[in-house]
């Protein structure tokens, strides 16, 4: 299983940035996809998930509204279009597949919202 992000950069608060995350090695349209997020000093944290099926998406509270979690199962890439971007947005994001019982996650591309 391989994740690879990318996407991340330095914005100005009410930017836009679309993050992308390529996945190989497994069966892309079977699972569930999902962002996370960390800042130094705290824990990584859910921020949107997207059911194989494309059924179910959920959004942590903090991003509802701003952020849209999509796939492209024709190219195996999962997207997070961010839009309305706050400094307190600012974190490494995660891509994430659970396969097998096991969580994989990418290297993490750097969002940085500042002025």
């Known amino acids: 299983v391989q994740l690879v992000e990318s996407g991340g950069g330095l914005v100005q608060p009410g930017g836009s940035l679309r993050l992308s995350c390529a996945a190989s090695?497994?069966?892309?349209?079977?699972?569930?996809m999902s962002w996370y997020r960390q800042s130094p000093g705290k824990e990584r944290e859910l921020v949107a998930h997207?059911?194989?099926?494309?059924?179910?998406?959920n959004y942590a509270d903090s991003v509802k509204g701003r952020f849209t979690i999509s796939r492209d199962n024709s190219k195996n890439t999962v997207y997070l279009q961010m839009n309305s971007l706050k400094p307190e947005d600012t974190a490494a994001y995660y891509c994430n597949a659970r396969v097998g019982g096991f969580d994989y996650w990418g290297q993490g591309t750097q969002v940085t919202v500042s002025s």
């Open positions: 090695g497994f069966t892309f349209s079977w699972y569930d």
């Open positions: 997207f059911s194989s099926a494309g059924v179910m998406r």
